[in-house]
C-alpha cells in the first residue's frame, strides 16, 4: 500500500506539459459542414470499431461506408458509395489532414486540398427512418 501511495505522490507531482495531449474521442455523430446542424444535413457516424457511415441528418442513411483509424494528425479511411459494388475489393486508403482539433470541432483537409469540417452531435441526432420504430 505504501508503495501505491508514493507511485501515486509521485505520478500526480509530475509537470502537466510533460503528458501529450489526448486527441479528441471520436466516435459519435459529426454533422458535416461550416457551422454546426445536428438537426439535418450530412454527417459521418464514426464507430468504436473502427467503421464510419455518411449519413443525411435525422433520419437517412447511410449514402456510404468505409473504415476509419485516427492516427493523430490524420483521419485515415476507406470510401464505398451505395449499393457497395466494390464492397468486397480492397479500397485506396485516403486520410484527412487534421489542422484543428477540439472535443466538438475537427477541421481538416482532404486528399484534394478541400476543407472538411466536422462538429460533434448527440447521439440521438440520428433518428430511426420513418416506419422504423427504433435503430
Known amino acids: 500500500m505504501r508503495n501505491l501511495t508514493l507511485l ?14 489526448e ?23 464514426f464507430l468504436a ?8 441528418l435525422p433520419d437517412k442513411g447511410p449514402s456510404a461506408t468505409g473504415l476509419w ?7 485515415a479511411y ?3 458509395h451505395m449499393p457497395f459494388p466494390d464492397m468486397m475489393m480492397a479500397n485506396e486508403l485516403k486520410r484527412l489532414t487534421v489542422e484543428e482539433r477540439t472535443p466538438d ?13 466536422f462538429h460533434r452531435c ?5 433518428k430511426a427512418a420513418v416506419g422504423q420504430a427504433e435503430h
Do not use: F
Not at 49 to 56: H, K, L
Open 122 to 126: 448527440p447521439v440521438n441526432a440520428v
Open 78 to 80: 476507406t470510401h464505398s
Open 8 to 21: 501515486l505522490t509521485v505520478a500526480l507531482a509530475l509537470p502537466a506539459q510533460a503528458a501529450a495531449p
Open 23 to 45: 486527441p479528441a474521442y471520436m466516435p459519435g455523430v459529426w454533422s458535416l459542414g461550416e457551422t454546426k446542424n445536428c438537426e439535418s444535413g450530412p454527417a459521418w457516424v
Open 49 to 56: 470499431d473502427g467503421y464510419y457511415a455518411e449519413v443525411t
Open 69 to 75: 483509424k485516427d492516427e493523430g494528425n490524420a483521419i
Open 105 to 117: 470541432r475537427l477541421t481538416t483537409r482532404n486528399y484534394r486540398g478541400v476543407a472538411r469540417i
